[in-house]
Nanobody, 125 residues
């Protein structure tokens, strides 16, 4: 089993920045892809960004590419999502995710082995 714990959400004005963190524990060596999904009220869960644990490949959803950056520190078992130029439409609960398979930008929320508890990000206009 793998446990994922997010931190770093909060309230920010449009145009501002936030950094989310996700710390993993447990059988981390079984994880191939880690990433972030988000879900806004009344909407489906959306892929935001993903990164391969053992390689440098990173992928982004269309709505966040060029504004968000995903990174990882394997020594600290931690993944980050740097969010810049935030918009009100980025408001959502952000979930850390992990899976034992390799995925790119086609990663879907139905194909996730492990979820974090979620952290709220609110962007005011």
């Amino acid at each position: 089993q793998v446990q994922l714990v997010e931190s770093g959400g909060g309230l920010v004005q449009a145009g501002g920045s936030l950094r989310l963190s996700c710390t993993a524990s447990g059988r981390i060596s079984t994880i191939e892809t880690m990433g972030w999904f988000r879900q806004a009220p009344g909407k489906e869960r959306e892929f935001v960004a993903g990164i391969w644990r053992r390689f440098s490949n990173a992928y982004y959803g269309n709505s966040v590419e060029d504004r968000f950056t995903i990174s990882r520190d394997n020594a600290a078992n931690t993944m980050y999502l740097q969010m810049n130029s935030l918009k009100p439409e980025d408001t959502a609960i952000y979930y850390c995710a992990g899976d034992r398979r390799l995925y790119g930008r086609n990663w879907q929320g139905t194909h996730v082995d492990y979820w974090g508890q979620g952290t709220q990000v609110t962007v005011s206009s």
